[in-house]
Nanobody, 124 residues
Framework: QVQLVESGGGLVQAGGSLRLSCAASGRTFSIYPMAWFRQAPGKERDFVAA????????YYADSVKGRFTISRDNAKNTVYLQMNSLKPEDTAVYYC?????????????????WGQGTQVTVSS
């Protein structure tokens, strides 16, 4: 069984920054890819960013490229999402995800394990 617990969400003004964390337990964290997705009210769950097992390769949605940075600390079983230059359209519940294998797709249905989510609200 895999447990993922997100933290770090909150309310921030446009242009501000937040850092999300996702603590993993229950499996060998360091050998699997990790990702962040987000879901705004009434919308589908969208891909935000992904990182491979070592942290040496990352992948971003176009909407966050240059503003968000995904990273991981395998010694702490934690993945992070640093969010800078936040915009009101970044408002959503942010979810951490994990999957078996080495591939890290942008389709949410291909990720096997999910956290409970953390709310990020960006005011204009």
């Amino acid at each position: 069984q895999v447990q993922l617990v997100e933290s770090g969400g909150g309310l921030v003004q446009a242009g501000g920054s937040l850092r999300l964390s996702c603590a993993a337990s229950g499996r060998t964290f360091s050998i699997y890819p990790m990702a962040w997705f987000r879901q705004a009210p009434g919308k589908e769950r969208d891909f935000v960013a992904a990182i491979n097992w070592s942290g040496g390769s990352t992948y971003y949605a176009d909407s966050v490229k240059g503003r968000f940075t995904i990273s991981r600390d395998n010694a702490k079983n934690t993945v992070y999402l640093q969010m800078n230059s936040l915009k009101p359209e970044d408002t959503a519940v942010y979810y951490c995800a994990s999957r078996s294998g080495t591939y890290y797709p942008s389709e949410f249905s291909e990720w096997h394990y999910w956290g409970q989510g953390t709310q990020v609200t960006v005011s204009s």
